[in-house]
């Protein structure tokens, strides 16, 4: 795959999710709980995704400093919720409360380390659904031709085949959230050979073979395949791999964290990808991005919670959603 110009591959970007950002907009906005907004970036984040429509932030963190980040950066916060928490695990564990009782419909991530929200996240039974959560980024940049899906990067450490199921489910159910068509699923490993070297090889096999089944849904799954044959047509011809997957993947399904990460990590600052990240299959989304992250990435991120939010279901998630489409949107 040709290496694109980060700068040619951040317009790229830019355009897909000013489009997502426009496709969230006529839905209702999401109250959301900020968790340590405490940086300009993750606080600007905040206020540029009610700007646009697709929250109502409640800023959970130390007020005072909150405050002085927002007064020295010029950032308005005047008619914002605020809730006074002194450290990153409180506020986690505030934001948590919130939303356990209904009173936020999405948590945001900030400033602070994903783990710390995540932990609480998931020690809360009360945001569990019939699926383990993952989490998953949406990427786009110059040098392939449709947004890529990756997960899971940030929550999964080691997941096992069952976890690797619902990771696979959550993707596409989000993919089609979208509007854009059936998604072609790559089940990765290191090679495209099942191998008992590689056990992920062989649980790739076996989610391919639960589509097949029906017990995955809604996707075009095929696995193991290489990175290179999940993505590159004229690779997977060269090695001669007959799939309707290969060389046309929508979504890929890493073996584990550290894989899914490091490749988020290289597309992005060595290829200029542009991303937003959420966390679903919790009774609520999860808008996780990376702290380094950008304004235009956190407000994607938004609007993905918008788009995912609004198309849960009862049957998918084990609850009923009651929001709905603004009154007289465009």
Not at 116 to 133: D, F, P, Q, Y
Not at 304 to 327: D, N, R
Request: hydrophobic share 45%; charged share 25%.
């Amino acid at each position: 795959m040709p290496h694109a110009h980060p700068q040619k591959a951040r317009r790229a970007g830019n355009d897909f999710y000013r489009q997502l950002t426009q496709k969230a907009k006529p839905l209702k906005p999401l109250r959301t709980a900020v968790v340590m907004p405490v940086d300009v970036l993750s606080l600007e984040g905040a206020v540029k995704a009610a700007a646009a429509g697709l929250i109502i932030p409640i800023l959970i963190g130390p007020g005072q400093h909150i405050r002085h980040i927002a007064q020295k950066h010029g950032v308005d916060i005047t008619d914002l919720g605020t809730e006074d928490s002194p450290d990153e695990k409180s506020a986690a564990r505030l934001a948590v409360e919130l939303a356990a009782e209904r009173k936020v419909d999405a948590i945001m991530k900030g400033h602070l380390p994903t783990h710390i929200l995540l932990h609480e996240v998931v020690s809360e039974r009360a945001l569990h659904t019939n699926r383990k959560m993952s989490h998953i980024f949406v990427v786009r940049g110059k040098d392939y031709p449709k947004p890529l899906f990756i997960t899971d990067a940030a929550l999964n450490i080691d997941p096992d085949l069952i976890i690797k199921r619902d990771i696979v489910q959550n993707a596409i159910d989000l993919f089609h959230c979208l509007e854009i068509g059936k998604p072609k699923v790559a089940i990765l490993s290191a090679t495209e050979e099942m191998t008992s070297d590689l056990p992920d090889s062989i649980e790739a096999a076996a989610l391919s073979k639960m589509a097949d089944r029906g017990v995955i849904t809604g996707g075009i799954v095929d696995g193991p395949l290489a990175f290179d044959n999940a993505i590159s047509k004229e690779a997977a011809k060269i090695k001669n791999i007959r799939s309707p997957v290969a060389g046309d993947a929508d979504i890929l399904i890493m073996p584990d964290l550290q894989a899914g990460n490091l490749l988020y990590k290289q597309m992005r600052y060595l290829s200029g990808y542009e991303d937003a990240g959420i966390v679903v299959g919790a009774r609520i989304p999860i808008i996780v991005t990376s702290r380094a992250a950008d304004i235009p990435a956190r407000v994607a991120s938004a609007a993905l919670a918008v788009l995912a939010c609004h198309h849960k279901t009862e049957k998918v998630y084990g609850f009923k959603q009651t929001l709905s489409v603004k009154e007289n949107a465009a």
